[in-house]
């Protein structure tokens, strides 16, 4: 059984919410919810829950300040928000999961399974303390300088530039990393295009991404692929060609 909390400034979201676990996650237990920052820490102190559901935008405060203030905790988060763009892309940044309001219970579902893959009392200090920094509000998207790739046993936080390209194989990424290093990770490739793509990286084949300051060579025969740093050979789809060549200023 998992311990969860739900912490949103609206109560019709928390009954909604409320509605759907019961229905749709009976594995989930809920054990309290707050509808404040101020109570949700007082909530989350005392109880100590598996999970907390956690509203980003709350009436005196946010989800991240929240977490801030908790500070050390084993208690897995699973952000909610009304809008698509507010925190996102650091939450992504920081292996962290979200929901968009009104939740899809199937996407609630997938949520709840991942905790439950996951093991019960690995602390996520390393995903929260990437969050903070993402969120800094001098830094810039493109001065975003680490990730965190959750993958099957624990998460690795990794600086971008030591990621020399990215490999997809249906819904799993490989990271190939400058210290030879490999790291899979079970999200699409696509996601990491969407977050890597201001640090200079360019999605040259449906399977690859690639950093271009990794990048040694463009070959233009056989078909054309790029040559790494690893000595990969990268394969340049006919489609990606102009893309690679515009962020190469060519």
Not at 65 to 79: A, D, N, P, R
Not at 86 to 103: E, H, N, T
Not at 192 to 197: G, I, N, S, V
Request: charged letters at 30%; hydrophobic letters at 40%.
């Amino acid at each position: 059984m998992i311990k969860a909390v739900i912490v949103d400034d609206s109560p019709e979201a928390r009954e909604s919410l409320s509605a759907d676990l019961k229905r749709w996650c009976p594995d989930v237990h809920l054990v309290g919810q707050a509808g404040s920052m101020a109570e949700g820490l007082k909530v989350l102190r005392e109880l100590q829950p598996d999970v907390v559901f956690l509203d980003i935008q709350l009436g005196d405060g946010d989800g991240f300040s929240l977490l801030e203030q908790l500070g050390e905790t084993e208690t897995k988060v699973i952000f909610t928000t009304g809008m698509d763009n507010y925190g996102i892309r650091a939450i992504k940044f920081s292996a962290l999961d979200y929901l968009l309001k009104p939740v899809d219970p199937d996407e609630l579902i997938s949520a709840v399974e991942k905790l439950s893959q996951e093991k019960k009392k690995t602390s996520i200090s390393e995903n929260l303390k990437l969050l903070t920094e993402h969120l800094r509000p001098a830094v810039g998207a493109a001065a975003i300088k680490r990730l965190a790739l959750n993958s099957a046993d624990k998460v690795q936080v990794i600086n971008i530039s030591d990621i020399i390209r990215c490999e997809s194989e249906r819904n799993y990424t490989t990271f190939f990393l400058k210290d030879k290093k490999q790291i899979v990770v079970t999200k699409t490739l696509k996601e990491y295009e969407d977050l890597l793509e201001p640090n200079g990286f360019v999605r040259i084949h449906h399977s690859h991404l690639i950093n271009l300051e990794h990048l040694k060579e463009f070959i233009k025969q056989d078909g054309g692929y790029a040559l790494m740093d690893d000595n990969s050979h990268v394969p340049v789809s006919v489609r990606k060609k102009e893309d690679l060549l515009r962020a190469l200023g060519l």
